[in-house]
């Protein structure tokens, strides 16, 4: 049975594919030695098998993971060989706006290019910052940044050194970057902005 999983992006920031449809093949293994095995192309699909990687990388910066899942892009649906990593975090504390707009690249840094290079199956992955307590309030209300990028792109960015003004300027069908309004007029993000 699939899971539904909310988009973490919003109209606006959904990105769509066009062109031919891309098939994963099936995860095999190949026994070298006793102990061996090729890694898994893919990352688990579920939230309860990915929250113990994933938590580890965010508590650092302040968060925790709410939701994360591999999904099929056309459905956002939970689906075991997804090409597409969908993560959701939302801080611990109350945050500022502008600690929320400076977040956004340190929390996509967190995840790039490592799961990419981890799981070489995944051709896309995304990371929704939620509000916080967002999870207390029921229904989810819609995220405050969402960055969404391609696996060619993202190992062609210097994770370690990029900023917010540099993802801004690469921006388009391989990178979309979406910030709440609130967000949006955050001094963090006008200065990115160059607005």
Known sequence: ???LLASCATDSARTTTTGAATTVAPVTTTTVAA??????ALPPHTFEALAPLLDPLVAPLGFRVTRAA???LATYETVPDGTHLAVYVEPREEPTI???AAATVPLAAVFLPEVFLQWPGLLSFDIC???Y???EQGTPPPPETVLNVTRELALGIDWDTVTLAELLSQLGPDLTLYASEEVQQSSTWVTAAGT
């Open 1 to 3: 049975m699939a899971m």
């Open 35 to 40: 102990t061996t095995t090729e890694p898994a």
């Open 70 to 72: 591999l999904v099929s």
């Open 98 to 100: 502008d600690a929320v």
């Open 129 to 131: 910052q939620e509000r």
């Open 133 to 135: 307590a967002a999870g």
